[in-house]
């Protein structure tokens, strides 16, 4: 006991105090920050993005589409396209991922996510997931991973993940879904007790990501079931994750 009490003293506290407040790295690419005005419409830009997330006239960045990778902002000469370190990603439509000019990491934050009252009343204190990987390559699902470990520790704020989809409140998806996962993760929706919600976390899982074209997958459950909440990233952070599920469950309007 004299040694748990020691360690605890030498250790002290190591989870962030204040999750949804948390400084994040610089270096991080969070939401984009884009500048018509700089823009040339020459496309090129648009044509090295491995997803398809850019386009032009106007310029917008499609976060369920973006892999964060960089490559638009170091490429283009005149400095139209940049990301903030913002890591507050999620949102509870796909067309709310579209970013322009105009959206700020304030009005971003304020639209993105707007709580339901019964996923209030049902959800806010505890929430429970049966994550699967439809197919994922085990970037998102190692942040996810991450999310629980001593330095973020979700548990606190109910969010938890659970062996079983009966015992889940709803369900995360990482991945592209691939043709030989489809029938397992509709075959775990089904098993999950009602009422239960979806959450696409990564971007292969909410357009497919660079396997967008692939004739290997199998996303008609994307398009066969309410999906309740988009997390974007390659792989999502898991602050973005957290702040994502506690805005989905707690934030008031």
Not at 33 to 38: A, E, F, I, P, T
Not at 191 to 210: E, F, N, R
Request: some cysteine; glycine content about 8%.
């Amino acid at each position: 006991m004299f040694d748990t009490l020691k360690m605890k003293l030498w250790q002290k506290n190591q989870f962030i105090p204040d999750i949804q407040n948390a400084p994040m790295r610089t270096a991080f690419r969070g939401l984009p920050k884009l500048d018509n005005s700089k823009c040339n419409n020459c496309g090129e830009c648009a044509k090295i993005c491995p997803t398809g997330a850019l386009n032009v006239n106007p310029l917008s960045i499609d976060l369920g589409k973006c892999t964060l990778c960089g490559k638009c902002k170091r490429f283009c000469e005149n400095h139209a396209i940049d990301f903030t370190n913002y890591y507050k990603l999620g949102a509870d439509k796909r067309e709310k991922l579209i970013i322009t000019e105009e959206i700020t990491p304030e009005e971003y934050h304020k639209k993105a996510i707007e709580v339901r009252k019964e996923i209030y009343s049902i959800f806010n204190r505890s929430i429970k997931f049966r994550q699967v990987s439809a197919g994922g390559c085990n970037g998102c699902e190692m942040e996810l991973n991450a999310a629980g470990n001593a330095n973020f520790d979700m548990g606190r704020f109910g969010i938890d993940f659970v062996a079983s989809a009966r015992h889940a409140d709803g369900i995360v998806v990482t991945g592209p879904i691939s043709k030989n996962m489809a029938y397992a993760l509709e075959d775990c929706y089904k098993s999950c007790p009602d009422p239960k919600v979806v959450v696409l976390c990564g971007a292969c899982a909410i357009s497919g990501g660079i396997f967008q074209d692939s004739q290997e997958l199998n996303r008609e459950f994307i398009d066969k079931y309410k999906i309740d909440l988009y997390i974007p990233g390659c792989p999502t952070h898991p602050l973005t994750f957290i702040n994502a599920i506690l805005d989905f469950i707690r934030k008031k309007a």
